[in-house]
């Protein structure tokens, strides 16, 4: 929960300086989605069953996917911002 909070606030001071339009809008996006995803833990987190073995490593593993995939991501706004200037 932390580290949304943490990747939320960065993203609101970098989105708040004045980025370029094509990576505000990625940012935007992010963003968004970072506060859908907030708003789901904290409802999950109400509820907070306990998860079965099998279910943890699923969780684990699609924790890892999205990690991978987010780096990718990371690495496109790279690029794209270099291209932008």
Not at 19 to 39: C, G, M, P, T, W
Not at 53 to 79: D, M
């Amino acid at each position: 929960m932390e580290a949304i909070e943490e990747r939320i606030n960065k993203l609101e001071f970098v989105f708040g300086s004045g980025a370029e339009d094509v990576v505000r809008k990625v940012q935007q996006e992010f963003l968004n989605e970072l506060y859908s995803i907030k708003e789901a833990l904290k409802e999950d987190l109400k509820d907070k069953a306990t998860a079965a073995p099998g279910e943890t490593e699923a969780l684990r593993n699609e924790i890892k996917e999205l990690r991978e995939e987010n780096a990718k991501l990371h690495y496109r706004i790279k690029h794209l911002k270099e291209h932008i200037d």
